[in-house]
């Protein structure tokens, strides 16, 4: 199963060769796009996002007592 995601997330790279070239493709799942987009979001911002996450939560209980 863990294989199964590293194949998903990694893409798949094809080799192509014309005449004098040689060159490779990279392609990404969608899914796979969006994962690592929201991955690295997630590392580049992960200390406001748990304080204004906990701050939404603390708000929403806050008003769910009344």
């Not at 863990?2 to 070239?21: A, C, H, S």
């Not at 799942?29 to 690592?36: E, S």
Request: aromatic share 18%.
């Amino acid at each position: 199963m863990i294989e199964k995601l590293q194949r998903w997330y990694d893409g798949e790279f094809k080799v192509w060769e014309t005449p004098g070239l040689l060159g490779f493709d990279h392609k990404l799942h969608w899914t796979a796009r969006i994962a690592r987009a929201l991955a690295t979001f997630w590392l580049a911002h992960w200390q406001w996002t748990i304080g204004t996450s906990l701050a939404i939560v603390g708000l929403w209980i806050s008003f769910g007592r009344k």
